[in-house]
Antibody, heavy 122, light 107 residues
Framework: QVQLQESGPGLVKPSQTLSLTCTVSGGSISSGSYYWSWIRQPAGEGLTWIGRIHTSGSTNYIPSLKSRVTISVDTSNNQFSLKLSSVTAADTATYYC??????????????WGQGTLVTVSS | DIQMTQSPSSLSASVGDRVTITCRASQSISRYLNWYQQKPGKAPNLLIYAASSLQSGVPSRFSGSGSGTDFTLTISSLQPEDFATYYCQQSDSTPRTFGQGTKVEIK
């Protein structure tokens, strides 16, 4: 059973770069044909999809963050990563990684990591 | 971007009640609609995919329906463990978008 686990600093200073890693266990990140996604949720608010990377290496990002976001994959360590530059307090949120599974009937996020809280503050 | 609008934003219900949550897309998304349950401090959990398919392990009291722009999540008999926030999400196109959530509270 595939499991995902986020890791990275819980506190980032304004204007710096937020860097998170999602480690995949119980299966190879390269096997099958999946998208690997990042989603965030400010405290008490809803879910926002940030972007994804395909096992082929292709990426998609939400337009509002596209200029600041990079998602990459490290197949040797079975991980994928998120970098968000020039952060502000508005980027404070719980960040989730998730696998996007897709079939002819659609795509869905399953499983999810447990989430990691990142606070942007000096 | 496709906007997803859920209603109501919150509801109060009793154990045993039938609960219905609706989700409307700003344009047709066929049946590319998923539902998630999120409990406080936890990651969302997939309940329903492709509008009406029940995820493995999810109790049969949960069901989904709809196509095009209008979708429904129904809990046939609300149980104590169902008090949570529910989100719809479209997978018709990127960027993926979620509804704002519906919080189901105890009456």
């Amino acid at each position: 059973q595939v499991q995902l686990q986020e890791s990275g600093p819980g506190l980032v200073k304004p204007s710096q770069t937020l860097s998170l890693t999602c480690t995949v266990s119980g299966g190879s990140i390269s096997s099958g044909s999946y998208y690997w996604s990042w989603i965030r949720q400010p405290a008490g608010e809803g879910l926002t999809w940030i972007g994804r990377i395909h096992t082929s290496g292709s990426t998609n990002y939400i337009p509002s963050l596209k200029s600041r976001v990079t998602i990459s994959v490290d197949t040797s360590n079975n991980q994928f990563s998120l970098k968000l530059s020039s952060v502000t307090a508005a980027d404070t949120a719980t960040y989730y990684c998730a696998r996007e599974d897709y079939h002819g009937s659609g795509n869905w996020f399953d499983p999810w990591g447990q989430g990691t809280l990142v606070t942007v503050s000096s | 971007d496709i906007q997803m609008t859920q209603s109501p934003s919150s509801l109060s219900a009793s154990v045993g009640d039938r609960v219905t949550i609706t989700c409307r897309a700003s344009q047709s998304i066929s049946r590319y609609l998923n539902w998630y349950q999120q409990k406080p401090g936890k990651a969302p959990n997939l309940l329903i995919y492709a509008a009406s398919s029940l995820q493995s392990g999810v109790p049969s009291r949960f069901s989904g329906s709809g196509s095009g722009t209008d979708f429904t999540l129904t809990i046939s008999s609300l149980q104590p463990e169902d008090f949570a926030t529910y989100y719809c999400q479209q997978s018709d196109s990127t960027p993926r978008t979620f509804g704002q959530g519906t919080k189901v509270e105890i009456k």
